[in-house]
Structures are given as C-alpha cells and as structure tokens.
C-alpha cells in the first residue's frame, strides 16, 4: 500500500537558520505532491505544489525539491523565525488526479529565538 | 473572498447517536473533501465529492456518508457513534476537477464522543 513518511522526531533549530524537512513515500508515482502547513487546532494552510517534471519551486523563503527517482521530497525554510514554527505536512495525490490526497504525519518544527 | 466554513465548531454526542457536519467550500470551488484527523492516525481521507458525485471513497465504514449540494457545500454523516469517532474532522475545497491546485481547508469540526 501507498506510504508517506516524514521526520517523526520533531525539529528544532535556531532562527535565521534554515529548517529542511524530509518527505519518502514507497509504492506510488504521484504526478504531484504538496506540502501543508497546520498549527495546533486549526486546518492545514497549503503552502506550495510541485509537479512530477518539476525538480525545484520557489515562493518566498520557501523552496521544495522532488526527486522521483529517490522517491522524496525536501521542504526547506530559509532565514527561519519563530513564526515558521508549526507542523508541515507533505500530501500526495493516489487517485491520478481525482483529488485523493494521502497525508504523511507531519514534522513538527520548532524555531527558537 | 470568504474561507471554507465548517460547523459546528465543536461537538459532543453520546455513543450511538448520529451525527451531521457541515461545510460552505470558497465560492466557485466545485470539490469538497472531507478528512479524519486523529493523534494517532493523522489526517486520513473519508471521501471527494465534485459537481455531487462522489468520486473517491476513503477506507472507512459504511457509517460515514456524505453528500454535496447544487451549490456545492457538503454535509457528512456519521451514524451509530461510536468513542473511536472522537476526531477533528476537517473539510477541504479545491476549484478544480483534478488536484493541480491546493485545497483550502476548514478549520474543522471537533467531535468528541462521550
């Protein structure tokens, strides 16, 4: 069966570093994968899409990379603040294209002053 | 422009009663989503509705129904509760007929089952 996984242990860095977050996945070739933001007790925030022939995307301090050969996806925030600190979660489409996204369990990130 | 509104907020139900949740999705946006978030299972799909057709089913009991309006918004069901249903159930809009867009998520339904 299909299967995410990210960091379990949750991550912790110093602000004005850069945070990167690791997203696997086994069995499936997604044409697509996003990565959500979600702070406690409220939905996930979509923050950015990466398609299957696109290596890298850029929005602001973010950048995400999708290598479909290793079957992963980085996140990376630069110039991290304590505002960044949250759970990211990474999602891929299973349903080639009928909106049925699979959820990874997140990565908590915690940026310190 | 309004977000996606899900009410109520919060929720407590008594074991084997019933249960309907419900969600506005953003003007124009024609797929609805719907998922249990649990600490112990994360986010998990229940099911995807575009135009009122449901076109994708998660792996969940036939206790979880849902339906979408004419205009869109959506309404679950969840009969005969039961403790383990205790989740924030989250619903999730997206404009498009495939997922090349990001969904814009609810801030949910807490359900807890007494």
């Known amino acids: ?113 | 422009k309004a977000g996606v509104t899900q009410t109520p907020r919060y929720l407590i139900k008594t074991r084997g009663q019933q249960v309907t949740l419900s969600c506005s999705p953003i003007s124009g946006h024609r797929s609805v989503s719907w998922y249990q978030q649990t600490p112990g299972q994360g986010l998990q799909f229940l099911f995807e509705y575009f135009s009122e057709t449901q076109r994708n089913k998660g792996n969940f009991p036939g206790r979880f129904s849902g339906r979408q309006f004419s205009n869109s918004r959506s309404e679950m069901n969840v009969s005969t509760l039961e403790l383990g249903d205790s989740a924030l159930y989250l619903c999730a809009s997206s404009p498009a007929l495939e997922g090349t867009y990001g969904y814009t998520f609810g801030s949910g339904t807490r359900l807890t089952v007494v």
């Open chain 1, 1 to 113: 069966s299909q299967k995410i996984e990210q960091n379990s242990e949750a991550l912790n860095i110093q602000e004005g570093k850069t945070a990167t977050l690791t997203c696997n996945y086994t069995n499936y070739s997604p044409a697509y994968l996003q990565w959500y933001r979600q702070d406690p007790g409220r939905g996930p925030v979509f923050l950015l899409l990466i398609r299957e022939n696109e290596k890298e995307k850029r929005k602001e301090r973010l950048k995400v990379t999708f290598d479909t050969t290793l079957k992963q996806s980085l996140f990376h925030i630069t110039a991290s603040q304590p505002a960044d600190s949250a759970t990211y979660l990474c999602a891929l489409d299973i349903s080639g294209g009928y909106n049925k996204l699979i959820f990874g369990a997140g990565t908590r990130l915690a940026v310190h002053p």
